[in-house]
């Protein structure tokens, strides 16, 4: 019961700052939301015990982006201008995509659910054999190193790629602008 009250109290939060987003025009105020967005998400996989998922959503949605979208911030204005089109369109594309989405989960299995294939058919075999199989007695922990070792080491490779490119446009951002008429460094 307490477990259902924090998944909706997180959700309804989402919620909350989803709207909050699309209601703001400064830009820095957004790119915050978003930002506490993408740590209230990482929660909610928490809660739902996707660890690892929650640690990419935190080090990739909360931080990596945010630190991007600041770094952008810094070379555009301040506001967001008036749209002169009508959002017509857009919203028409996103219940269409929403009614696809919803369609496409029809048939899953319920939340939960102990009859689901995933816990008949995969979940024992994992309980029973990694142990043995991997000599690790913390299941999640041999999961991932093992079982999904290279879906781990692909995880691992976006975030510290996402990581040196945040770097590298730092690095570039912070330099003094070069006049038209003073030669580079390297020409002196």
Do not use: C, W
């Amino acid at each position: 019961m307490l477990e259902t009250l924090i998944n909706v109290a997180l959700f309804t939060t989402l919620v909350i700052t989803a709207l909050a987003i699309v209601r703001r025009r400064r830009l820095f105020t957004i790119v915050m939301l978003s930002g506490v967005f993408s740590l209230l998400s990482a929660l909610l996989f928490v809660s739902m015990d996707a660890v690892d998922v929650a640690f990419t959503e935190a080090a990739v949605g909360a931080g990596i982006s945010t630190v991007l979208m600041l770094a952008t911030l810094a070379l555009t204005p301040r506001f967001e201008e008036r749209s002169s089109h009508s959002a017509a369109l857009p919203l028409f594309v996103v219940f269409v995509t929403g009614a696809a989405l919803f369609y496409g989960t029809l048939d899953m299995p319920h939340f939960g659910d102990p009859n689901a294939p995933a816990q008949t058919h995969v979940a024992p075999e994992y309980l029973q054999q990694s142990p043995h199989e991997i000599g690790v007695p913390n299941v999640v922990t041999a999961i991932l190193a093992s079982y999904r070792g290279f879906d781990t080491l692909g995880e691992t490779a976006v975030v510290f790629t996402a990581a040196v490119g945040v770097l590298l446009l730092l690095s570039g951002l912070f330099r003094r602008p070069r006049k038209r008429d003073e030669p580079e460094e390297e020409d002196r």
